[in-house]
């Protein structure tokens, strides 16, 4: 098993360009997780998912979408990079029967908005 | 408000030492708190996981400890090696919250030198 996948790992975005971080885990996890993480500070929920087709707001999700449209798959999407969301974001996913207290990571995506 | 505060926030060891990391934490009540490492670069991995009535959990050279009564847990590392390079970061998941209710602390950065 590969576990959570993210793609890129890389990104340095202008102010405005939009992108989607992609997340793919292969461990038919049916909740997914994308967190931001800021220097010095501890991981912020941005949205969350509980299943294909359902999705709902986290800590912290004004700027950004999802989508699960399949099991395996739960991009992030920027519409309007700002500054702000200068970070490095983690996927994540858990198993249904341990709700989330059993969460997997993904390897991050270092975001830089210029 | 329910936070979770670590401390130190870096520490340096030389290898083969022994070192104590600290997690104090205000959310009450709470199902279970964990321990993660990360890796530079990386998502966070699982170490340990322990319900509000357990008072110790081993890992082989990691050791978590919890005290509900002072709301303190601590991370213990044996003879330590160099890949024990990583941020230490504690979680807490509240016992009324949901998928977005987990509380990340900001972690603690340990580098241990030859």
């Known amino acids: 098993n590969a576990g959570v996948t993210q793609t890129p790992k890389f990104r340095i975005l202008k102010i405005g360009q939009s992108m989607t971080l992609q997340c793919t885990q292969d461990?038919?996890?049916?909740?997914m997780y994308w967190y931001r993480q800021d220097p010095g500070m501890g991981l912020k929920l941005i949205y969350y998912?509980?299943?294909?087709?359902?999705?709902d707001k986290g800590e912290v999700p004004n700027g950004y979408n999802v989508s699960r449209s399949t099991t395996e798959d739960f991009p992030l999407r920027l519409e309007l990079a700002a500054p702000s969301q200068t970070s490095v974001y983690f996927c994540?996913?858990?198993?249904?029967?341990?709700?989330?207290?059993?969460?997997?990571f993904g390897p991050g995506t270092r975001l830089t908005v210029l | 408000k329910n936070q979770v505060e670590q401390s130190p926030q870096s520490l340096i060891i030389l290898e083969g030492k022994n070192c104590t990391l600290q997690?104090?934490?205000?959310?009450?009540?709470?199902?279970?708190l964990r321990w993660y490492k990360q890796d530079t670069g990386r998502g966070p991995v699982s170490l340990t996981i322990?319900?509000?009535?357990?008072n110790t959990k081993s890992n082989g050279r990691y050791t978590a400890t919890l005290d509900a009564d002072t709301k303190q847990s601590s991370l213990h590392i044996t003879a330590s090696q160099l890949s024990d390079s990583a941020s230490y970061i504690c979680?807490?998941?509240?016992?009324?919250?949901?998928?977005?209710?987990?509380?990340f602390g900001a972690g603690t950065r340990l580098a241990v030198h030859p």
């Open positions: 322990m319900t509000f009535s357990e």
């Open positions: 997690c104090n934490y205000t959310v009450s009540p709470f199902s279970n």
């Open positions: 979680v807490v998941s509240p016992i009324s919250g949901g998928y977005n209710k987990l509380i």
């Open positions: 998912s509980v299943g294909a087709g359902i999705t």
């Open positions: 461990m038919n996890h049916n909740y």
């Open positions: 994540a996913s858990s198993h249904r029967d341990r709700g989330p207290n059993e969460q997997f």
